[in-house]
Nanobody
Framework: QVQLVESGGELVQPGGSLTLSCEAS????????VGWYRQAPGKQREFVGR???????HYVDSVKGRFTISGDTAKNTVYLQMNSLNPDDTAVYYC?????????WGQGTQVTVSS
């Protein structure tokens, strides 16, 4: 059973930066895609971004230029670097990984952007 464990969520001030980590229980190169979703209170889960096995990235428009996804194969970890955070980024952030035909999800990590 594949496990994904997110970490790094915390309270941060508007304009600040934060890096989330998603550590997988197996080599990340075995996944087609690893990415991030988020869910704010009272809202549906929203796609944030993803990275493919070839290293290509894709982001939702609202985070383009502010968020960056990268991977460290030696640590089996995918990162979500978040800059210029604003209160609208407050949410539980979930890591997911897709390896056909299965999809795996982490338990989520809370990010709160507030002064």
């Amino acid at each position: 059973q594949v496990q994904l464990v997110e970490s790094g969520g915390e309270l941060v001030q508007p304009g600040g930066s934060l890096t989330l980590s998603c550590e997988a229980s197996r080599q990340i190169v075995t996944f087609n895609v690893v990415g991030w979703y988020r869910q704010a209170p009272g809202k549906q889960r929203e796609f944030v971004g993803r990275i493919t096995g070839s290293g290509r990235t894709h982001y939702v428009d609202s985070v383009k230029g502010r968020f960056t996804i990268s991977g460290d194969t030696a640590k089996n970890t995918v990162y979500l670097q978040m800059n210029s955070l604003n209160p609208d980024d407050t949410a539980v952030y979930y890591c997911y990984a897709h390896a056909w035909p299965r999809e795996y999800w982490g338990q989520g990590t809370q990010v709160t952007v507030s002064s």
